[in-house]
């Protein structure tokens, strides 16, 4: 009798993600360890599909009154989870009701900073922070003899035609999640500004800028490589990113989260080094920005409910297994005392490129052009662009063009976000 009534007893709190792939398995045994560890909460994780459409089910859910618990939301959905009064619950706040011990200082700076207001309120809780790396295939790299894995643009562009001229004829070097790659890290790394208001992160009303010289420049060097496929486009998102593990693009920029589908996948020798720069632009590299995605709290949820939602977030923020979830995923320790544990171990000294993206968002101190973004519907900005992007490399618009058209069009729907989000 006594057990059944427990049973019934539990809270259910459901958890929606946007995890496929060894993350997805992740994902999965951190709602089944959490749910071992005590008996009155139960997770209950729920793949909803890529990240727009978990945000987008995410929604449409809360609209219709039966919204979950908790939502995974890609760090482009932040400003439009911020704007969404009453939809959201502050985890700050959340946290300090709940009576959990939480310290926002004891996580990563570069991370809280995202999902912060200006006062320093955390909104979200971070969970996979991840940045942009340059994945490199060695045993194509020595095939090509490339001696040493390129740390500039011009050096990957001469690795591409390297490679392809030693059999990689389809695709000498790529890009997954194009837009993240080619605009926003790109302008982040070489300290340029996206937009203005330090790229909306100091106030909505922005205007983009990511159609200067220097974006000019990468795009028309793409341009040209992407003719004989030195270089060769790869879509909007990492749809392609088995393009790398298969061995047909022996390197790709994309997420340094990508480590857990890498290393069950590929069958040669492979590393995360840093993105490329421009030597000539002064200061280059900066640092990056962070990617992957944080944990909202759904509104107009019971106390109880909270409670048991802060009761995980404060296991998942165990330093352990932080350290043990870095490790295995290749997504970034969120706190401080994880990042040292894992460092004290010597686990770096053996991976070395395992701390690359660490070492990326570290690399200066981050500066208007580098902490971040936050724009307003950015997930249908990150569309135009990428269709502006394809314009240019198909050849129907140049590249000053396309970027062009692209600013412009963001800025009209950045004028939109703010009519009915307000300010």
């Known amino acids: 009798m006594m057990t059944a009534s427990s049973a019934f007893a539990q809270t259910e709190i459901q958890w929606w993600h946007a995890m496929t792939g060894a993350n997805n398995d992740v994902v999965n045994k951190l ?15 729920t793949y909803k599909g890529s990240y727009p459409d978990t945000l987008n089910a995410g929604i449409a859910a809360f609209r219709a009154g039966n919204a979950p618990h908790i939502m995974q ?7 439009t989870m911020m704007s969404a009064k009453g939809a959201v619950k502050p985890v700050g706040q959340m946290m300090q009701e709940a009576g959990e011990t939480f310290d926002p200082k004891s996580y990563l700076p570069a991370i809280t900073g995202y999902y912060s207001t200006a006062k320093g309120e955390m909104l979200s809780f971070p969970f996979n922070s991840s ?14 003899n490339i001696a040493e894995i390129p740390k500039t643009w011009p050096e990957v562009f001469e690795a591409g035609k390297k490679l392809k001229a030693a059999g990689w004829d389809k695709c000498g070097f790529t890009a997954a999640w194009s837009p993240w790659a080619l605009v926003e890290q790109f302008s982040a790394w070489h300290n340029v500004p996206m937009g203005s208001k330090a790229n909306g992160l100091d106030g909505f009303d922005t205007e983009m800028k990511f159609n200067s010289p220097l974006h000019v420049r990468l795009l028309t060097d793409l341009v040209a490589l992407q003719k004989d496929k030195t270089y060769d486009y790869s879509g909007r998102t990492n749809e392609n990113e088995g393009r790398f593990t298969s061995g047909e693009c022996p390197i790709m920029l994309t997420s340094s989260g990508f480590y857990g589908n890498v290393k069950a996948n590929a069958k040669f020798d492979f590393a995360a080094a840093p993105m490329p720069y421009y030597p000539d632009v002064a200061g280059a590299p900066q640092n990056s920005i962070i990617g992957g995605a944080s944990l909202w709290v759904m509104g107009g949820k019971t106390a109880a409910e909270y409670k048991g939602v802060s ?13 043990k979830l870095h490790i295995e995923s290749g997504y970034l320790p969120i706190t401080k005392a994880a990042y040292e544990k894992v460092k004290a171990s010597g686990f770096y000294n053996q991976f070395p490129d395992r701390e690359t993206p660490l070492k990326e968002l570290t690399n200066k101190e981050p500066t208007e052009n580098s902490r971040g973004l936050r724009f307003g519907n950015m997930v249908q900005i990150r569309d135009m662009v990428s269709e502006e992007l394809e314009n240019a490399l198909a050849g129907k618009k140049s590249p000053q063009q396309a970027l062009d058209d692209a600013v412009n069009r963001s800025n009209a729907t950045l004028r939109q976000f703010e009519r009915t989000a307000g300010r």
């Open 131 to 144: 940045s942009m790396v340059m994945w490199v295939n060695r045993d194509a790299l020595k095939k090509a």
């Open 31 to 45: 709602a089944a360890d959490f749910n071992a560890s005590q008996s009155d909460y139960k997770v209950v994780a």
């Open 73 to 79: 939301v890609f760090e482009v959905g932040t400003a």
């Open 311 to 323: 009761k995980f977030f404060t296991f998942l923020s165990d330093t352990d297994r932080q350290a």
